[in-house]
């Protein structure tokens, strides 16, 4: 037979290409996308045997459709050759990934993520010895768990030895997590006339002329046509039959007919190869015995074999092409593939494969097999592997006789759904969002779960009233789910710039909750939702907290709600713990959302390392799990500190992009931090004008970037551009207020912010004591704070040609700022030094500067001791990758060992 890779010539030197660079220690991937029977899998073919032949190593799996709904499926086949490398993992490792895979205890916290992070370690170790082709078949049937792992690991493999090759059908990749991956797509097109002819005239040379015309116009390019049309054709008369007919549809009936002329026991041993999810040829066997009632052996299957409709070898057994396995599924009725499915599930070997067949040769309702799908959805949840939990949700759905526990598991399955999966939700809250079958409670939070997807909506307020009012009007029906909606809604509450009578509204229904006093997460609730009114309460529940103590969840909430009455100090004690125990389960879903807390905490204590790190890791990790509100605030957090280090520009983009974006999604209260980081740009270029307008937005109701609860951020810049443009008296009302507010709530940002400033306002007689009273106030944990009462203090004692006592704080401002890397400020208190008369050396910028957020994130962890491969594990990147960013830090910080990068990190790290 000819070769199927005529015409080929371009995709196979891509191909060559890829693997050549690999090879050479490029990583790399390629996503082959086509018609069915384009020749995907051809292609496939040649890169393994090409890839053979240069020395790499072949590890590929391939999706099947009956295969979807079964976790880590895929996996399954990808690591077979790997198993040697499985034996060397080290023992927890190696015990999530058989935990995953459900050879293992519960698997719980077996995460995709996570066992994305020691697949890309196996690869990595494998890759000592020889490069790997690593190869996806049919990615449009992977399961959903597969899919997560294999785009986690492609996107790290761009310093490894390692080529990844997909093939998949255009038309059905639509929420696939690997379309979202960082691939080089190559679409494999129809042959043209010429190439379409050459195969041909190769496959069949004697074919008659009008039935080679027939032929040639049938296949339209398709190889897979070019080459199986012709075993079938006797005269142009058969063409014509289903001329008609697209060109799918034309082979699956061709297979069909092909499939229908073999021994009886071949066509059921070809169906049960057609419905099951595992390619066993012991398993088809027995199946196949087991529905004929006599032994069927591998002579049974050798006709099937001759006419070219499967292959076998090394015990495995698949179709030559997905069409076939179509054709022959499709030629059955519903009730012998349910039957051949309640064989397999007697003689399927793992209790997961055992329960999908059972419930797929249901025919109507089943309770007993619901609820069994259930007990595995929730086994399957705690492996982190949420969508295959939706997916035994909706199967449980479909079975279940009682109407109402039909509704409740399709909403458990949205929600599991929403927690790992978004790109898979939009259909089911489309259907349920508004459905009066679904309960009220359910209801509002489906329409939470809808606002999230879309970057483009805000429910914002309104959608905290109508919580409320549900929950007032329902909620002792549902409490539970009415604790869960309101503890969901939190963080939308603080952002959502209530009035008082929407807060009033909207703590009422809180109130309402069946929740003891004493109930940590009473406190949380109300405290997010009115932050000025319950604040001081939170603050003393949290001074009895510990970081660890509790859940990972409940810290992180703790986390939240300290930074949201401005207790950052509290706030970044327990995210550094979260963040770590989040890293170590691969919670992916709640990390961005910490990192970003984290990086904000930054901002404001002057972590300026941290914020960095923490803001660009967040956005990466919140475009992987498409979480474009939680990307967009990381970004604005690096921004604030680009700003203070100087990159005006680069700020004001960021907040331009942003402020697009929040104004198509009429989240106005979000705005806010577009206007801090214009402000802080402002005085970072010298013009105080531009961030005092900025910053003053964020105070007024009507300025469109108005938050009550975020306006503690930007009031120590606000005062410093006031006082620098002589428009202190239009702040005096804002200062008063604030001050008034930071002595009713106790909030430590408030406080330290509005003591900061507040000798801006006293008159000259009464100066120097307000600044001494704010140095003494106990600034140590703010160092913005600190370094504005130091530069203002000097540049006042200067004006009053007091030079000589100038100096001391303008040298202990410019020294803080100099740490800080906030060079605008530095060179502020520099001209301010120089006015009195001493010499200050011209500033130069920090070499860490000169670092992007993942190299100073690499940088610093580098500095602490930690190996390359602990790098990795903690940044989820492979150690190849690690090596090649310190390859590039060491020249740009001018050091050539790690003791001197640690001196290099830790002289300009100031207070991160």
Same mark, same amino acid.
């Given at each position: 037979?000819?070769?199927?890779?005529?015409?080929?010539?371009?995709?196979?030197?891509?191909?060559?290409?890829?693997?050549?660079?690999?090879?050479?220690?490029?990583?790399?991937?390629?996503?082959?996308?086509?018609?069915?029977?384009?020749?995907?899998?051809?292609?496939?073919?040649?890169?393994?045997?090409?890839?053979?032949?240069?020395?790499?190593?072949?590890?590929?799996?391939?999706?099947?459709?009956?295969?979807?709904?079964?976790?880590?499926?895929?996996?399954?086949?990808?690591?077979?050759?790997?198993?040697?490398?499985?034996?060397?993992?080290?023992?927890?490792?190696?015990?999530?990934?058989?935990?995953?895979?459900?050879?293992?205890?519960?698997?719980?916290?077996?995460?995709?993520?996570?066992?994305?992070?020691?697949?890309?370690?196996?690869?990595?170790?494998?890759?000592?010895?020889?490069?790997?082709?690593?190869?996806?078949?049919?990615?449009?049937?992977?399961?959903?768990?597969?899919?997560?792992?294999?785009?986690?690991?492609?996107?790290?493999?761009?310093?490894?030895?390692?080529?990844?090759?997909?093939?998949?059908?255009?038309?059905?990749?639509?929420?696939?997590?690997?379309?979202?991956?960082?691939?080089?797509? $190559?679409?494999?097109? @129809? +042959?043209?006339? *010429? #190439?379409?002819? !050459? =195969? /041909?005239?190769?496959?069949?040379?004697? %074919?008659? &002329?009008?039935?080679?015309?027939?032929?040639?116009?049938?296949?339209?390019?398709?190889?897979?046509? $070019?080459?199986?049309? @012709? +075993?079938?054709? *006797? #005269?142009?008369? !058969? =063409? /014509?039959?289903?001329?008609?007919?697209? %060109?799918? &549809?034309?082979?699956?009936?061709?297979?069909?007919?092909?499939?229908?002329?073999?021994?009886?026991?071949?066509?059921?041993?070809? +169906?049960?190869?057609?419905?099951?999810? !595992?390619?066993?040829?012991?398993?088809?066997?027995?199946?196949?015995?087991?529905?004929?009632?006599?032994?069927?052996?591998?002579?049974?299957?050798?006709?099937?074999?001759?006419?070219?409709?499967?292959?076998?070898?090394?015990?495995?057994?698949?179709?030559?092409?997905?069409?076939?396995?179509?054709?022959?599924?499709?030629?059955?009725?519903?009730?012998?593939?349910?039957?051949?499915?309640?064989?397999?599930?007697?003689?399927?070997?793992?209790?997961?494969?055992?329960?999908?067949?059972?419930?797929?040769?249901?025919?109507?309702?089943?309770?007993?097999?619901?609820?069994?799908?259930?007990?595995?959805?929730?086994?399957?949840?705690?492996?982190?592997?949420?969508?295959?939990?939706?997916?035994?949700?909706?199967?449980?759905?479909?079975?279940?006789?009682?109407?109402?526990?039909?509704?409740?598991?399709?909403?458990?399955?949205?929600?599991?759904?929403?927690?790992?999966?978004?790109?898979?939700?939009?259909?089911?809250?489309?259907?349920?969002?508004?459905?009066?079958?679904?309960?009220?409670?359910?209801?509002?939070?489906?329409?939470?779960?809808?606002?999230?997807?879309?970057?483009?909506?805000?429910?914002?307020?309104?959608?905290?009233?109508?919580?409320?009012?549900?929950?007032?009007?329902?909620?002792?029906?549902?409490?539970?789910?009415?604790?869960?909606?309101?503890?969901?809604?939190?963080?939308?509450?603080?952002?959502?710039?209530?009035?008082?009578?929407?807060?009033?509204?909207?703590?009422?229904?809180?109130?309402?909750?069946?929740?003891?006093?004493?109930?940590?997460?009473?406190?949380?609730?109300?405290?997010?939702?009115?932050?000025?009114?319950?604040?001081?309460?939170?603050?003393?529940?949290?001074?009895?907290?510990?970081?660890?103590?509790?859940?990972?969840?409940?810290?992180?909430?703790?986390?939240?709600?300290?930074?949201?009455?401005?207790?950052?100090?509290?706030?970044?004690?327990?995210?550094?713990?979260?963040?770590?125990?989040?890293?170590?389960?691969?919670?992916?879903?709640?990390?961005?959302?910490?990192?970003?807390?984290?990086?904000?905490?930054?901002?404001?204590?002057?972590?300026?390392?941290?914020?960095?790190?923490?803001?660009?890791?967040?956005?990466?990790?919140?475009?992987?799990?498409?979480?474009?509100?939680?990307?967009?605030?990381?970004?604005?957090?690096?921004?604030?500190?680009?700003?203070?280090?100087?990159?005006?520009?680069?700020?004001?983009?960021?907040?331009?992009?942003?402020?697009?974006?929040?104004?198509?999604?009429?989240?106005?209260?979000?705005?806010?931090?577009?206007?801090?980081?214009?402000?802080?740009?402002?005085?970072?270029?010298?013009?105080?004008?531009?961030?005092?307008?900025?910053?003053?937005?964020?105070?007024?109701?009507?300025?469109?970037?108005?938050?009550?609860?975020?306006?503690?951020?930007?009031?120590?810049?606000?005062?410093?551009?006031?006082?620098?443009?002589?428009?202190?008296?239009?702040?005096?009302?804002?200062?008063?207020?604030?001050?008034?507010?930071?002595?009713?709530?106790?909030?430590?940002?408030?406080?330290?912010?509005?003591?900061?400033?507040?000798?801006?306002?006293?008159?000259?007689?009464?100066?120097?004591?307000?600044?001494?009273?704010?140095?003494?106030?106990?600034?140590?944990?703010?160092?913005?704070?600190?370094?504005?009462?130091?530069?203002?203090?000097?540049?006042?004692?200067?004006?009053?040609?007091?030079?000589?006592?100038?100096?001391?704080?303008?040298?202990?401002?410019?020294?803080?700022?100099?740490?800080?890397?906030?060079?605008?400020?530095?060179?502020?208190?520099?001209?301010?030094?120089?006015?009195?008369?001493?010499?200050?050396?011209?500033?130069?910028?920090?070499?860490?500067?000169?670092?992007?957020?993942?190299?100073?994130?690499?940088?610093?962890?580098?500095?602490?001791?930690?190996?390359?491969?602990?790098?990795?594990?903690?940044?989820?990147?492979?150690?190849?990758?690690?090596?090649?960013?310190?390859?590039?830090?060491?020249?740009?910080?001018?050091?050539?060992?790690?003791?001197?990068?640690?001196?290099?990190?830790?002289?300009?790290?100031?207070?991160?």
């Amino acid at each position: 037979m000819a070769s199927a890779l005529v015409g080929r010539a371009a995709e196979i030197s891509a191909l060559m290409e890829a693997l050549s660079r690999a090879i050479g220690g490029e990583g790399g991937s390629l996503l082959l996308v086509g018609d069915p029977g384009v020749g995907k899998s051809a292609l496939l073919a040649e890169a393994h045997e090409q890839a053979v032949r240069h020395g790499a190593r072949v590890v590929g799996c391939a999706g099947v459709p009956s295969g979807r709904g079964r976790a880590y499926g895929g996996l399954r086949q990808l690591l077979h050759p790997l198993r040697p490398e499985i034996g060397a993992l080290r023992p927890a490792a190696r015990q999530v990934l058989l935990a995953a895979l459900g050879d293992g205890a519960d698997g719980a916290g077996t995460t995709p993520q996570r066992v994305g992070l020691i697949l890309l370690q196996l690869l990595t170790d494998a890759t000592q010895q020889d490069p790997i082709l690593l190869s996806a078949d049919d990615v449009q049937w992977l399961d959903d768990a597969t899919c997560q792992v294999l785009a986690f690991v492609v996107r790290r493999l761009t310093d490894d030895p390692v080529l990844f090759v997909a093939a998949a059908r255009s038309t059905d990749l639509a929420g696939n997590p690997l379309t979202e991956s960082q691939f080089q797509v $190559l679409p494999v097109a @129809p +042959l043209d006339d *010429r #190439d379409a002819a !050459d =195969l /041909l005239d190769a496959q069949a040379p004697d %074919l008659p &002329e009008l039935v080679r015309a027939h032929v040639l116009t049938a296949a339209a390019g398709n190889p897979l046509a $070019l080459t199986e049309l @012709p +075993l079938v054709v *006797r #005269d142009e008369r !058969d =063409l /014509l039959v289903t001329e008609e007919l697209p %060109l799918t &549809e034309r082979l699956a009936r061709t297979f069909g007919d092909r499939a229908a002329g073999l021994p009886a026991a071949t066509r059921t041993l070809l +169906l049960v190869i057609a419905i099951n999810d !595992d390619d066993s040829v012991a398993e088809a066997l027995t199946a196949a015995g087991e529905i004929t009632g006599t032994p069927v052996t591998l002579d049974d299957l050798a006709p099937a074999e001759l006419a070219g409709l499967v292959r076998s070898g090394d015990g495995r057994i698949g179709f030559r092409h997905p069409l076939m396995r179509t054709a022959v599924e499709r030629s059955a009725t519903p009730e012998r593939r349910r039957a051949v499915h309640a064989v397999l599930a007697r003689v399927a070997d793992d209790e997961e494969r055992v329960l999908w067949h059972r419930a797929s040769s249901v025919a109507g309702t089943d309770e007993p097999v619901a609820a069994s799908l259930e007990r595995l959805a929730e086994r399957t949840a705690r492996r982190g592997v949420g969508v295959a939990a939706a997916r035994a949700l909706e199967r449980a759905a479909e079975l279940s006789p009682d109407p109402n526990e039909a509704v409740r598991r399709r909403v458990a399955a949205i929600h599991a759904y929403g927690f790992f999966d978004s790109g898979s939700l939009v259909d089911f809250v489309t259907e349920y969002a508004d459905s009066p079958a679904v309960d009220p409670i359910s209801r509002c939070l489906l329409r939470l779960v809808r606002d999230s997807l879309s970057e483009d909506s805000w429910s914002g307020a309104a959608g905290l009233i109508d919580a409320a009012e549900v929950i007032l009007e329902h909620g002792a029906d549902y409490p539970d789910e009415a604790i869960n909606l309101i503890e969901l809604r939190g963080t939308h509450a603080w952002w959502s710039d209530l009035d008082d009578s929407q807060r009033r509204l909207v703590l009422r229904a809180a109130e309402s909750l069946p929740l003891a006093p004493g109930d940590i997460r009473r406190a949380i609730i109300t405290a997010r939702i009115a932050p000025w009114e319950r604040g001081r309460a939170m603050l003393a529940r949290l001074a009895e907290q510990t970081p660890g103590a509790q859940s990972v969840q409940r810290d992180l909430s703790l986390a939240e709600t300290a930074l949201s009455i401005g207790d950052a100090p509290t706030s970044a004690e327990f995210l550094r713990v979260v963040v770590e125990r989040l890293r170590a389960a691969g919670l992916f879903v709640h990390l961005p959302w910490a990192l970003v807390f984290e990086a904000w905490a930054g901002v404001l204590l002057a972590r300026h390392p941290t914020a960095i790190a923490a803001a660009g890791e967040a956005a990466r990790m919140a475009e992987e799990t498409s979480a474009p509100r939680w990307q967009l605030t990381a970004m604005l957090a690096s921004a604030m500190v680009t700003a203070r280090h100087g990159g005006v520009d680069e700020a004001r983009a960021v907040a331009d992009r942003a402020e697009a974006a929040l104004v198509r999604a009429g989240a106005t209260p979000l705005m806010a931090m577009v206007q801090l980081v214009r402000g802080t740009a402002g005085l970072a270029a010298g013009e105080p004008e531009i961030a005092c307008d900025a910053l003053l937005r964020t105070f007024d109701p009507d300025g469109g970037a108005h938050n009550r609860n975020s306006r503690d951020w930007g009031l120590t810049d606000l005062m410093d551009a006031a006082a620098l443009t002589g428009r202190l008296d239009e702040v005096r009302a804002v200062h008063a207020e604030m001050s008034a507010l930071g002595a009713r709530t106790g909030s430590p940002l408030l406080l330290a912010s509005a003591t900061a400033s507040a000798p801006l306002l006293a008159t000259d007689d009464a100066a120097e004591a307000a600044f001494e009273a704010a140095l003494a106030s106990g600034l140590h944990d703010w160092p913005w704070q600190r370094g504005s009462v130091l530069l203002h203090y000097g540049s006042w004692l200067r004006r009053q040609r007091r030079r000589a006592e100038a100096r001391g704080p303008l040298r202990a401002a410019y020294e803080l700022y100099r740490s800080l890397g906030a060079i605008p400020w530095a060179e502020r208190a520099a001209e301010e030094l120089r006015a009195t008369g001493e010499n200050v050396a011209g500033l130069v910028r920090p070499a860490t500067h000169a670092l992007t957020s993942h190299e100073l994130q690499i940088a610093h962890l580098a500095a602490q001791g930690l190996t390359n491969r602990e790098i990795g594990e903690r940044l989820f990147v492979s150690p190849r990758t690690v090596r090649n960013h310190l390859y590039n830090i060491f020249p740009k910080l001018g050091v050539s060992s790690r003791a001197e990068l640690a001196e290099v990190v830790y002289a300009t790290a100031g207070n991160g």
